[in-house]
């Protein structure tokens, strides 16, 4: 039966939404119960307020940390959205005083179309963008990728790849000592090029993707608690990325991507938004998954020191603990579904 308990450094989100607000009330505690030590916060905030000044990032910040408890020692990581206008000065400022350790890259089609949520303001011109990666790279500023192509044309289970070799690729060619982040990654082939990448190439990869494919999304008909950017793939793509998680990699580490969504945003029938709400299981999720690959003495690594060295954190010196047990994942928080609500998992956090 192996291992009934395992205790790891306390862990880091490398991608996380807050959102703002009621909804930052509502889901900040749920990562806090997680004992998180820290959390990187993608800015794509509705448009016209994404994250994409230091103005904008401190006073975000300042509302996240006004939502602390008190003694809490929670850190939220800003990142700068990037956009078409961001000026290379500004993204070194930022990171120099402080404010961000990292830039988010997404992308948009020529009218804001065709990204993921409130991604209208994204790039559309990653040539474009070329003087600011040159910066970063000077600087070693990390640049996290929502790497999808935005090309109508194109496949929607395609776009990762299809982005990999049209933009990820090329980017890295051109800056190699550019670190990326290819953030949630879903595609095999994407999680095989940042293994032969090299130093400075990264990934983060969610608890969602590890455990499901893209029959998920029509599990009891168009099922939108399951639909997320990027789509989930086939099988085959699941289980390649997740050997390759699972056997260790020091280059890939836990990032949620948990983004959370009013169920009436997500159960309409026409439109509804792309985003899956992992944070009130998160440690448990991945336990899962890496119990089941028989990789429990890997998990620490991937939760809590992978990766922590780009956004300037060490590795914790506390712990957290999960032992074999119960665990109901809650249903719903607020009015956010929760993955997997209603469910048991064979791992439980202590403290829960
Ligand atoms: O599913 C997603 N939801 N993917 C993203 O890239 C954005 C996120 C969100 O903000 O809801
Ligand atoms: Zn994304
Ligand atoms: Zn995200």
Request: hydrophobic content about 40%.
């Amino acid at each position: 039966m192996g291992t009934d308990s395992i205790t790891i450094p306390r862990w880091f989100d490398r991608h996380l939404h807050l959102r703002d607000g009621d909804m930052l009330r509502t889901v900040l505690p749920h990562t806090l119960a997680s004992q998180a030590t820290a959390a990187v916060i993608m800015g794509n905030l509705p448009p016209p307020n994404e994250i994409s000044t230091i103005v904008k990032a401190i006073a975000y910040r300042d509302r996240i940390i006004s939502m602390l408890p008190p003694g809490s020692d929670f850190t939220p990581i800003m990142t700068c959205y990037l956009t078409d206008e961001t000026a290379p000065e500004d993204v070194v400022s930022g990171y120099k005083e402080g404010v961000w350790r990292a830039v988010k890259l997404y992308l948009a089609r020529k009218d804001g179309s065709g990204g993921t949520s409130h991604s209208s303001r994204a790039v559309k011109d990653i040539r474009g963008r070329y003087p600011v990666f040159a910066a970063m790279e000077k600087e070693g500023i990390p640049l996290l990728g929502h790497f999808e192509s935005v090309d109508p044309e194109i496949d929607e289970f395609d776009r990762e790849m299809i982005c990999l070799y049209l933009n990820v690729i090329p980017l890295h060619e051109a800056f190699p000592g550019l670190k990326i982040v290819f953030e949630h990654i879903t595609d095999n082939r994407s999680a095989e090029f940042v293994v032969s990448a090299g130093d400075n190439v990264f990934a983060t990869v969610t608890a969602h993707h590890l455990m499901i494919n893209r029959n998920a999304m029509f599990d009891g008909g168009m099922n939108p608690f399951k639909y997320c950017k990027p789509v989930p793939k086939r099988d085959d793509h699941r289980r390649k990325v997740r050997a390759i998680v699972t056997a260790g990699h020091p280059r890939f580490g836990a990032g949620t991507d948990s983004a959370p969504w009013d169920e009436a945003a997500k159960a309409r029938g026409f439109g509804c938004s792309a985003g899956i709400f992992t944070a009130p299981a998160a440690p448990e999720l991945y336990a899962t998954v890496f119990d089941e690959d028989g990789a429990l003495d890997k998990l620490g690594a991937f939760m809590s020191v992978n990766l922590a060295e780009i956004y300037g954190l060490e590795p914790s010196k506390e712990t957290m603990t999960l032992v074999r047990g119960s665990f109901t994942i809650p249903e719903r928080v607020g009015t956010v579904r929760v993955f997997k609500g209603g469910e048991i998992l064979p791992w439980k956090l202590v403290g829960r």
